[in-house]
């Protein structure tokens, strides 16, 4: 039986946890992320979406200056897996699978708070992590706080500041965040070669 996609990645057989971006026909509405974990065919057209299943919400200037940089990102993975590419457009509701959805929403955790000037590192810094490290970050700030609204909270603000003010040019790769390097030993001196002690002279028996 052929597989059906739709949107980035999103298999509609599998009929499972997947997330919905929910794009306003306005451009600067806000753009809301869903976390699913059945699907309906309802859900991009009339569904009622619940407010307990927000993940994220962006204002409409942010998500212009990241929408196409996502989309290139995710669908470069899709088509090296022979899945047909996804497209973000206005005024609808867009599945997406659900490791895809965790990249995207850890970026939008990570700039909501922070002004405009701020995406472009965002998404340089994002861009150089390993899809697994994003993965593992989502994991762990989604364990302590995954709502819409816990963005000053643990690993949440630690992940803000990381993508966002962790400096980096457009020509350079910047260096691997959360890497824990080892300290450098220092090298051992070796031991200074003291003089031995002169021998002390025999004494002559006396007859």
């Given at each position: 039986?052929?597989?059906?996609?739709?949107?980035f990645g999103?298999?509609t057989?599998?009929?499972?946890y997947h997330?919905?971006?929910?794009?306003?026909?306005?451009?600067?509405?806000?753009?809301?992320?869903?976390?699913c974990?059945?699907?309906?065919?309802k859900e991009?057209?009339?569904?009622?979406?619940?407010?307990?299943?927000?993940?994220?919400?962006?204002?409409g200037?942010?998500?212009?200056?990241?929408?196409t940089?996502?989309?290139q990102?995710?669908?470069?993975?899709?088509?090296?897996?022979?899945?047909?590419?996804?497209?973000?457009?206005?005024g609808s509701?867009?599945?997406?699978?659900?490791?895809?959805?965790?990249?995207?929403?850890?970026l939008?955790?990570a700039?909501?708070?922070?002004?405009d000037?701020?995406?472009?590192?965002?998404?340089?810094?994002?861009q150089n992590?390993?899809?697994?490290?994003?993965?593992?970050?989502?994991?762990?700030?989604?364990?302590?706080g995954g709502?819409?609204?816990?963005s000053?909270?643990?690993?949440?603000?630690a992940?803000?500041f990381?993508?966002?003010?962790?400096?980096?040019?457009?020509?350079?790769?910047?260096?691997?965040?959360?890497?824990?390097?080892?300290?450098?030993?220092?090298?051992?001196?070796?031991?200074?070669?003291?003089?031995?002690?002169?021998?002390?002279e025999k004494?002559?028996?006396?007859?």
């Open positions: 039986m052929k597989k059906h996609f739709i949107g999103f298999e057989g599998a009929k499972g997330f919905l971006v929910v794009i306003p026909k306005e451009k600067d509405g806000k753009v809301s992320i869903y976390e974990f059945h699907w309906n065919p991009v057209t009339s569904m009622e979406l619940c407010s307990r299943d927000l993940k994220a919400e962006i204002d200037n942010k998500w212009n200056l990241l929408a940089d996502v989309a990102v995710l669908n470069k993975r899709l088509e090296s897996d022979g899945i047909p590419i996804g497209a973000w457009k206005s509701r867009i599945p997406v699978e659900r490791l895809c959805g965790k990249e995207l929403v850890l939008v955790w700039i909501n708070g922070y002004d000037k701020s995406v472009a590192s965002a998404i340089r810094n994002w992590l390993s899809h697994e490290e994003r993965w593992w970050l989502f994991t762990m700030a989604n364990s302590i709502s819409a609204h816990d000053e909270r643990g690993w949440r603000k992940i803000s990381a993508l966002c003010e962790n400096p980096t040019k457009a020509d350079e790769k910047t260096e691997e965040l959360f890497d824990v390097k080892p300290v450098e030993k220092k090298q051992r001196r070796s031991p200074v070669a003291l003089p031995l002690p002169p021998k002390p004494r002559k028996r006396t007859q």
